[in-house]
């Protein structure tokens, strides 16, 4: 007789209650109650589990079977179509976006600061995971990342947008990389097709003109002396922000006059070095007597193991009466303009910079050959600030390195 649901909540007693067609409940002693079907394939007898009673039904049960019934009639084993389906699901859920993300991540963590690794992450876990982290990366079209990528446009984050465009579209290069995915559908997503057209704003900088005054506020500059110098450092060498913020007594030697800065610390992974001016000398011998002891040469005046702040820099400029006008990293943007018209070889300036240089013999060239140019520019830079610090408007003459 088949069964019923009322027989089925009534069993007590262990056994295998058949319903039909193969298909049977198996009661065991612990009291585990589950839906079995057997069935014969290639000439052998076989069984399927179904599921546990009662979270699957009577008439699930019976579902199932008419499926496997199919199955059979068509040809095919329902058991091994069971486990194809099992190792698909392990496969998505092994190759989802959010797994190849984090992956990722992993991968690219030797490359980036922290806080660079943090911040993108952060930018995923937001934007990203929460809609497309649980997709098979093999079951998304470029138009979920599109959709994806408008919304953050729609809020007002256009650059965040772009940014994180840019990310999804690295990870779907690293998946087809590793043999994650097959083909890459990202593609012919481009961040100009999808996102509307923006003016991009370069970070504000002082202007020339404004060199006299600037210097004289930083003269006066009544906040922390290591904000001070540290700002003057940062513009005698034209470095970026975060490499004089995390600068180590270890990375200089100045009796040679020469600040090494290691390829960790470098935002193009390699390393960097600074030919230091008189006045950049002067500048570490200032800060010897305050912080020579200490790892840091310019570490924060709350947390002495730690560096100065992100915000430090800028917000002692908008103290100064520059906030929205100028920025710490637009000294870069200062030096390079004055540098160039001033007639000093553009590839000596760009080695200065530490700008990436993507023919690598011509890189390996401007390391070898370039650091007298640098230490010859980096100290005319320094008389040059120095003169405009006195008022000096006079034109200097051109010249070459």
């Known amino acids: 007789m088949k069964l019923t649901n009322t027989k089925l909540r009534s069993l007590t007693k262990p056994g295998k209650y058949f319903d039909g067609g193969g298909l ?39 579902d199932k079977l008419a499926e496997a019934r199919k199955a059979l009639q068509a040809g095919t084993d329902p058991g091994e179509l069971r486990k194809e389906a099992k190792a698909k699901a392990q496969h998505e859920a ?20 922290p806080v660079t690794l943090a911040r993108i992450t952060a930018s995923l876990e937001a934007d990203i995971f929460p809609t497309l982290g649980a997709r098979p990366m093999a079951s998304l079209k470029a138009r979920d990342v599109r959709d994806a990528v408008k919304a953050i446009e729609k809020r007002g984050a256009a650059d965040q947008a772009g940014r994180v465009l840019q990310r ?6 690293y998946a087809v990389t590793h043999e994650r995915i097959d083909s890459n559908p990202m593609l012919d997503l481009m961040p100009a097709e999808v996102l509307k057209p923006r003016h991009v704003q370069h970070r504000p900088a002082l202007a020339d003109r404004e060199l006299p005054e600037f210097l004289a506020k930083l003269a006066s500059y009544d906040g922390d002396p290591h904000t001070v110098q540290a700002l003057r450092l940062l513009m005698l060498t034209a470095v970026r922000p975060g490499e004089v913020r995390g600068a180590r007594w270890a990375e200089f030697d100045l009796e040679a006059a020469q600040w090494r800065i290691p390829a960790e610390r470098m935002k193009m992974r390699t390393e960097h070095l600074v030919p230091l001016s008189t006045q950049a000398l002067e500048v570490l011998r200032t800060m010897q007597p305050l912080t020579g002891e200490r790892d840091l040469v310019f570490p924060s005046p709350f947390y002495p193991s730690k560096p100065l702040s992100e915000n430090t820099f800028n917000s002692a400029m908008a103290r100064m009466g520059y906030k929205g006008t100028a920025t710490a990293h637009g000294f870069r943007a200062l030096f390079s303009t004055v540098a160039n018209e001033c007639g ?10 530490a700008h990436a240089e993507r023919n690598e013999v011509r890189a390996a060239y401007h390391r070898s050959t370039y650091l007298q140019d640098r230490t010859k520019l980096l100290q005319w830079w320094a008389d040059y600030l120095d003169g405009r610090k006195a008022g000096n408007v006079v034109k200097l003459p051109k010249r070459a390195a």
């Not at 590839?347 to 910079?353: C, M, N, Y």
Request: proline fraction near 3%; aromatic fraction near 12%.
């Open 344 to 353: 000093w070889n553009p590839d000596v300036i760009e080695r200065q910079l």
């Open 168 to 173: 999804v579209k690295a990870i779907f290069r």
């Open 94 to 113: 092994a190759n989802s976006l959010e797994a190849v993300a984090r992956d990722w991540l992993k991968h690219q963590a030797g490359k980036w600061e």
């Open 24 to 62: 049977y409940l198996e009661l065991t002693a612990a009291g585990g109650r589950y839906w079995r079907v057997k069935y014969r394939a290639g000439g052998k007898e076989k069984r399927l589990a179904l599921g546990v009673y009662p979270a699957v039904s009577l008439k699930d049960a019976r």
